[in-house]
């Protein structure tokens, strides 16, 4: 038969395909602003630490603590947990994006961690005058706006 409609034929479907979806980047600006807001968080984090070894230590205080592992840590974690579980952290949750993969779903726990080890990277921030940050191209994901539903 040649190629006009065939009442014969197999119907088709386009159930489960998700090309019809468009992800909005968000942009620099708004990757800034949760950026700063990540930082007031992971800030507050720390001061939290800190007061509970201030009070636990005693007349100690801080002395001999290692701060640079304990701030290495949380930041890790911090990411790791809230990019892992929910995609966003509260700075993204707050200027609303998310974090996906490059088919635009949930990013494998291997993407994520690789985002969060790519942030440590010297001079990653300045990879944002491109077109997109390392902890970004490396791990093959990006931030998108939160779609409306």
Known sequence: MNTEY????????????????????????????????????????????????GITRGGQGAAGMPWQLIGFTVLIGYYLIFEGVWQRTPG??????????????KPSFGQILGRTLCRF????????????????SIPKTKVVMVQKR
């Open 6 to 53: 065939n009442p014969y034929s197999p119907p088709t479907s386009v159930v489960g395909e998700r090309d019809d979806i468009q992800h909005e980047l968000a942009s620099k600006g708004r990757r800034f602003g949760t950026l700063l807001i990540d930082y007031v968080f992971f800030y507050l984090i720390i001061f939290v630490i800190g007061f509970a070894v």
């Open 121 to 136: 990277i010297p001079f990653e921030p300045f990879s944002f005058f491109g077109r997109e940050g390392w902890h970004d």
């Open 92 to 105: 993204k949750f707050i200027l609303g994006t998310v974090v996906v993969n490059a088919t635009g779903e």
